[in-house]
């Protein structure tokens, strides 16, 4: 099983960048797929979050309007399109895989993309 983000990097504040994570080795359609991201010191927060086959997306207030999540189930990729870009952005970005029906709960994570957002 495989969770790979990339995309991340060096933005000013305003502008904006695509984080991309792909997945292997495990049925991704049946995944929902979500963005986390983590600051020192802090704990994960739950960015966005996407159901499986895409219809029920959720944000966290602090990036709605200004943050978008998308999948394409054909290509096992999840996109997250990050505008409007703020310094409190800073941080690193982790995609999480998730299924939880009769068979158990499977739980995957990537390694994580750096978005640093600084003039």
């Known amino acids: 099983v495989q969770v790979v983000e990339s995309g991340g990097g060096l933005v000013q504040p305003g502008g904006s960048l695509r984080l991309t994570c792909a997945g292997s080795?495990?049925?991704?359609?049946?995944?929902?797929m979500s963005w986390y991201r983590q600051t020192p010191g802090k704990e994960r927060e739950l960015v966005a979050y996407?159901?499986?086959?895409?219809?029920?997306?959720n944000y966290a207030d602090s990036v709605e309007g200004r943050f978008t999540i998308s999948r394409n189930n054909a290509k096992n990729t999840v996109l997250l399109q990050m505008n409007s870009l703020k310094p409190e952005d800073t941080a690193v970005y982790y995609c999480?895989?998730?299924?939880?029906?009769?068979?158990?709960?499977?739980?995957?994570w990537g390694q994580g993309t750096q978005v640093t957002v600084s003039s």
């Open positions: 999480n895989a998730k299924r939880d029906d009769f068979e158990g709960l499977r739980d995957y």
């Open positions: 080795g495990f049925t991704f359609s049946s995944y929902a």
């Open positions: 996407i159901s499986s086959r895409g219809g029920i997306r």
